[in-house]
């Protein structure tokens, strides 16, 4: 039969509501008594019921975490910062991945608030976010990662976006290419628009064209590159070298380029961002932007934990917490 609270108490002749107390860490039992309870409780083998404890604590001990496509190398790297820290610090994380689709983020941020979770972190599709912000007050703190809607009212964890598509596009500019072309994702979010907004200042800053015909965008993942790069060769219109939005992208201008007998980096130069693994193997030697990834994800649970211990906790959170991380330049053989 499971050991509860009450067979502890009666052992060492207390209140149950003291054995609770003293379990809990709260104050009102004294140091001996606290020890004798944590001793007799690891003696009959006594496990709490975290149903019970949380309509007690009106905590459950989880973190949700929604991501976009999980067959994205750039994201499991996210979710080991996210539930290293979050586990550390006694906490399970719900996993959920929407493939893309915004009917899905709204869903699992409502499936979340239903099993009350402690706490929300969001890699949003896109900085329209907003629309849940909107139409849904979210009572539990919340942190969006990897992208942010500008007026968000929410925490946000991010890389300095334009910082990096400024690094990724100089870096092209000043190995002599002038031809230089930029493919990504839809460009409704502030990832897309953060480092083509990079790109362009660094193509203004160096007095280059811009040439619409090597503006290409598509989706995130890996096809995009390669059907955008074979849409330039074929027409006869490439630039010298192409900065990617992400580096699956760039993976896919790779391989385009390569069926096309396009030598990297002599025909076609090629930068990309996020310095997935796949990024360094030997046969993809990719120059990339590196995001700090598992670390962001960390940070990301460190503001929901300081949330949690502050007064904001079980609030409209009252003080925004905004960390910016700076990007860095992996230099390989694709540039």
Same mark, same amino acid.
């Given at each position: 039969? +499971?050991?509860?609270? *009450?067979?502890?108490?009666?052992?060492?002749?207390? &209140?149950?509501?003291?054995?609770?107390?003293?379990?809990?860490?709260?104050?009102?039992?004294?140091?001996?008594?606290?020890?004798?309870?944590?001793?007799?409780?690891?003696?009959?083998?006594?496990? @709490?019921?975290?149903?019970?404890?949380? !309509?007690?604590?009106?905590?459950?001990?989880?973190?949700?975490?929604?991501?976009?496509?999980?067959?994205?190398? #750039?994201?499991?790297?996210?979710?080991?910062?996210?539930?290293?820290?979050?586990?550390?610090?006694?906490?399970?994380?719900?996993?959920?991945?929407?493939?893309?689709? !915004? +009917? *899905?983020?709204?869903?699992?941020?409502?499936?979340?608030?239903?099993?009350?979770?402690?706490?929300?972190? /969001?890699? @949003?599709?896109? &900085?329209?976010?907003?629309?849940?912000?909107?139409?849904?007050?979210? @009572?539990?703190? #919340?942190?969006?990662?990897?992208?942010?809607?500008?007026?968000?009212?929410?925490?946000?964890?991010?890389?300095?976006?334009?910082?990096?598509?400024?690094?990724?596009?100089?870096?092209?500019?000043?190995?002599?290419?002038?031809?230089?072309?930029?493919?990504?994702?839809?460009?409704?979010? &502030?990832?897309?628009?953060?480092?083509?907004?990079?790109?362009?200042?660094?193509? *203004?800053?160096?007095?280059?064209?811009?040439?619409?015909?090597?503006? +290409?965008?598509?989706?995130?993942?890996?096809?995009?590159?390669?059907?955008?790069?074979?849409?330039?060769?074929?027409?006869?219109?490439?630039?010298?070298?192409?900065?990617?939005?992400? =580096? /699956?992208?760039?993976?896919?201008?790779?391989?385009?380029?390569?069926?096309?007998?396009?030598?990297? @980096?002599?025909?076609?130069?090629?930068?990309? #961002?996020? =310095?997935?693994?796949?990024?360094?193997?030997?046969?993809?030697?990719?120059?990339?932007? *590196?995001?700090?990834?598992?670390?962001?994800?960390?940070?990301?649970?460190?503001?929901?934990?300081?949330?949690?211990?502050? =007064?904001?906790?079980?609030?409209?959170? +009252?003080?925004?917490?905004?960390?910016?991380?700076?990007?860095?330049?992996? !230099?390989?053989?694709?540039?």
């Amino acid at each position: 039969m +499971k050991v509860t609270i *009450k067979d502890i108490a009666k052992a060492a002749n207390i &209140s149950y509501s003291a054995v609770s107390r003293a379990l809990n860490g709260h104050k009102g039992v004294s140091e001996e008594t606290r020890q004798k309870v944590k001793d007799l409780a690891v003696k009959m083998d006594y496990s @709490p019921n975290a149903l019970a404890r949380s !309509l007690v604590q009106k905590q459950t001990g989880t973190i949700g975490l929604i991501l976009p496509d999980i067959t994205n190398p #750039f994201y499991p790297e996210l979710v080991r910062g996210v539930e290293e820290r979050a586990s550390s610090a006694g906490y399970n994380t719900f996993f959920c991945n929407t493939n893309y689709d !915004l +009917k *899905k983020e709204e869903s699992y941020i409502h499936n979340l608030l239903e099993k009350r979770v402690d706490g929300i972190i /969001l890699a @949003p599709i896109t &900085s329209q976010a907003n629309y849940f912000e909107k139409r849904n007050r979210i @009572p539990v703190p #919340f942190v969006y990662l990897g992208n942010a809607p500008e007026s968000t009212k929410f925490n946000y964890v991010i890389t300095d976006n334009i910082r990096g598509g400024y690094l990724a596009a100089r870096t092209l500019i000043e190995r002599n290419y002038r031809k230089i072309g930029f493919i990504s994702g839809v460009q409704n979010g &502030s990832i897309t628009d953060g480092r083509y907004t990079g790109f362009i200042e660094a193509m *203004k800053r160096y007095n280059l064209e811009i040439n619409e015909n090597y503006i +290409k965008q598509k989706s995130w993942r890996l096809i995009s590159g390669y059907e955008c790069i074979l849409e330039m060769i074929d027409s006869g219109n490439c630039p010298e070298a192409v900065m990617a939005g992400n =580096d /699956l992208i760039a993976i896919g201008i790779l391989q385009g380029a390569k069926e096309r007998k396009f030598r990297v @980096p002599e025909d076609l130069a090629i930068i990309g #961002f996020d =310095d997935i693994p796949n990024a360094s193997w030997p046969e993809i030697n990719l120059s990339t932007i *590196k995001q700090p990834k598992i670390q962001m994800g960390m940070a990301s649970v460190e503001i929901l934990l300081d949330i949690f211990q502050s =007064d904001d906790s079980g609030s409209t959170q +009252k003080r925004v917490r905004r960390l910016i991380m700076d990007p860095e330049l992996i !230099l390989r053989g694709s540039c």
